[in-house]
């Protein structure tokens, strides 16, 4: 049959979709989250797990679910920090990028110091789904020296072929300058691509890679460095020349608005690379460090901000932590994790839409209820755009600073209901459910303002 889906222009609300997850006593689950292009897979970070290795170790570990058309099932077992040298303190899902399709998987350790690796030089280990199981690609990626921190800023092309890896902590190019890298899968291990990609001019104290963003096809980077020039930060965007096989800089920098705003404390390109989201939790348009979102799109030689600032609600809300696009980039997430809307510094995430003009608030503010849990540390839109993530990893639902992650719909459809009518394509067999007439539009199926409509006949 053929379908057509008609998209009315407001949306009424913003659901929850499946249970509150939860990570067990400690784990600080939910710092980092990350969704697949068509939200039914997701994997989620716990970098305060001890996974039955050394109580209170903080070893860390990820967990990939995927939606089974009613709630969230784990897919395999956790995938935990320890390995083979038990390593404590490594701290294993500080991040986390998944693939497009949800089949590959990088981990960060924040703190890695295993086997060719020293304390705090921080590393990647990258794994792929084989239908039952997470099996480790290739070799670790370790960071360059002790405290690099390799991994704070960690980004999957969509293949999940390419990987960057932000080392704030990297001293090459002077104390703190920071560097990222990125590599390749050439079918056996991973191997770096282009020069190491240093802290501007070789300045200390930027912390270059606090912050990476790859386009879908790894050719795009974007790279944060918040602490740049007293704090006013600094993204700068690079695109691969496989003639040179080196990272050339594209466009003009993209400076903070002032000092002391953290520009680049977080980034997020579009599947193309066009379209550039950049957080500043520090700016104080609204209140002292209530924080601030700018867009950016490529014009052919520069960067150029669309739309104005998005500030945050008020004062210390550091609104800008995480910021997260649509594949499309006319969706965009924005979290404000001491946001006291739900509770006292429980945080808060917003969704706005770009209409060709202006970037528009579309539903209410995604609040968290729980104390202290810094709701939109982890954050992440699906590329449809009709999904999104929320890590809060100081959350104690599920005993002492469990964390919690949640996800939520935009559109009023569900993971994996291509067709929009509410049920899963599993369920009803999309798309070849030709026995079925038509689809009922009610508020009970599609509240959100999405009307289904099916040809009589196949064709």
Do not use: C
């Not at 079918?187 to 890679?209: E, L, M, P, T, V």
């Not at 104390?371 to 002492?400: C, K, V």
Request: glycine residues 16%.
């Amino acid at each position: 049959t053929g379908k057509r889906s008609m998209k009315m222009s407001t949306i009424s609300s913003i659901t929850q979709i499946g249970a509150d997850i939860y990570g067990a006593t400690e784990d600080i689950s939910g710092q980092s989250v990350s969704m697949s292009t068509d939200g039914t897979r997701m994997a989620v970070g716990a970098w305060g797990a001890w996974g039955g290795h050394i109580p209170r170790s903080s070893t860390g570990l990820i967990r990939i679910f995927e939606w089974n058309g009613s709630g969230w099932s784990q897919m395999g077992v956790d995938i935990s920090g320890a390995g083979n040298d038990n390593r404590r303190q490594g701290h294993a899902g500080y991040t986390v990028s998944l693939s497009g399709d949800g089949t590959r998987v990088a981990m960060g350790y924040l703190r890695y110091g295993g086997s060719g690796a020293t304390y705090k030089s921080g590393g990647v280990k990258l794994f792929e789904w084989d239908g039952s199981a997470w099996n480790q690609m290739g070799s670790d990626i370790t960071g360059e020296h002790p405290q690099d921190y390799a991994s704070t800023g960690l980004s999957l092309s969509s293949d999940g072929l390419r990987v960057a890896i932000g080392a704030p902590g990297n001293d090459d190019g002077g104390n703190d300058a920071g560097h990222t890298r990125v590599y390749e899968w050439d079918g056996s291990d991973w191997n770096q691509i282009g020069a190491d990609i240093d802290g501007q001019f070789y300045r200390s104290g930027d912390k270059a890679g606090t912050s990476v963003s790859l386009s879908s096809d790894g050719s795009i980077l974007a790279v944060g460095s918040p602490w740049d020039s007293f704090m006013t930060g600094q993204t700068r965007v690079y695109q691969w020349n496989p003639s040179s096989l080196s990272w050339d800089q594209r466009g003009a920098w993209i400076n903070g608005e002032s000092r002391w705003t953290k520009s680049g404390e977080s980034v997020s390109l579009s599947a193309d690379g066009s379209i550039l989201a950049v957080g500043a939790p520090e700016n104080s348009g609204n209140g002292t460090k209530s924080g601030s979102a700018r867009v950016y799109q490529w014009d052919g030689s520069n960067y150029i901000q669309i739309g104005t600032d998005l500030d945050g609600e008020t004062s210390n809300d550091q609104f800008g932590t995480r910021v997260s696009l649509s594949a499309d980039g006319t969706r965009l997430a924005v979290s404000a994790i001491w946001n006291d809307g739900g509770a006292n510094n429980a945080g808060h995430v917003r969704i706005f839409d770009w209409d060709g003009t202006a970037w528009n608030q579309i539903g209410s503010d995604v609040d968290a209820t729980d104390p202290e849990s810094r709701s939109g540390t982890g954050l992440s839109m699906a590329g449809n755009g009709d999904f999104f993530a929320i890590g809060a990893p100081y959350d104690d639902g599920g005993g002492y600073l469990s964390g919690a992650t949640r996800t939520f719909s935009v559109t009023g459809i569900i993971p994996g209901d291509t067709d929009g009518d509410g049920v899963a394509d599993a369920s009803d067999n999309y798309p070849n459910d030709i026995t079925r007439a038509y689809d009922t539009f009610s508020p009970s199926e599609n509240s959100f303002g999405t009307a289904m409509f099916e040809d009589l006949y196949p064709h």
